[in-house]
């Protein structure tokens, strides 16, 4: 038996990768596009504020009107839209998240946090390779984006049945996030062990 199984390997890392990505996009992006310095300065202010604050207080649902608000008052300032769309995957609302999501990938197709979003709404759904193509589009902008390796990882283990891109992208989280997470540490000795025995019933 693996030493993790399937429910709760899923089950972290959705909780780790959303509750990281919402804190990854709390600052305006240089990369967003269509948005005048002045809008920008005024989403900044006392309004983004409060919504963030609300996040990070675990208020999702105030949280989810305030940035809703915001991106109909700023239509073209993509992380509340961001921002909506990893609170929806939260709540487990996936259509109205990926809608969220792609709308901000047209407008700031340099954010990586969008498509480590799309990888795990795309994985819940059975999407399977559009999930690795998402994650993989995410770690290209950001080769060192942790939670990106370790939402491919878990992709790679549990569906796509490539224990060695697994064992690859869990040992990255690990160098990138100081290699002291005891869970994924149990995660790698399990992917080695099936790594072994899968050889050894080869020979």
């Avoid at 909506?84 to 700031?108: S, Y």
């Avoid at 799309?118 to 993989?136: D, Q, V």
């Avoid at 942790?146 to 690859?168: E, P, V």
């Amino acid at each position: 038996m693996p030493y993790v199984d399937a429910w709760k390997k899923t089950t972290v890392i959705l909780s780790i990768a959303v509750l990281a990505g919402c804190s990854l996009i709390q600052h305006k992006s240089s990369h967003e596009e269509g948005r005048t310095s002045s809008q920008a300065a005024a989403v900044t202010g006392d309004d983004y504020h409060h919504a963030l604050s609300a996040l990070k207080a675990g208020k999702d649902e105030d949280a989810l009107n305030r940035f809703e608000a915001l991106s109909k008052s700023y239509p073209d300032f993509a992380a509340s839209y961001i921002n909506v769309g990893l609170i929806e995957i939260k709540r487990d609302n996936l259509h109205t998240a990926e809608t969220a999501l792609l709308h901000a990938a047209q407008l700031a197709p340099q954010q990586p946090e969008i498509y480590n979003g799309l990888g795990i709404i795309y994985r819940r759904t059975g999407r399977f390779n559009e999930a690795e193509t998402a994650y993989l589009k995410a770690l290209q902008l950001a080769p060192d984006y942790a939670n990106a390796h370790l939402n491919i990882g878990i992709l790679y283990d549990l569906y796509l049945s490539n224990l060695n891109k697994a064992l690859n992208h869990y040992q990255r989280y690990q160098a990138i996030s100081g290699g002291n997470n005891t869970v994924i540490n149990k995660w790698i000795i399990d992917v080695k062990h099936r790594m072994a025995k899968t050889m050894g019933a080869a020979k």
